[in-house]
């Protein structure tokens, strides 16, 4: 398998849920 390939499709998902994570802890954290 391609290592960059998985790096991107690792850095692209980690974007994708970091996303609405930090809206999740910016809510909780008042």
């Known amino acids: 398998m391609n290592f ?8 692209l998902l980690l974007i994708v849920v970091a996303g609405p994570l930090v ?3 910016r809510r909780f954290k008042i």
């Open 4 to 11: 960059e390939l998985v790096l991107q499709l690792t850095s």
């Open 23 to 25: 809206v999740v802890v």
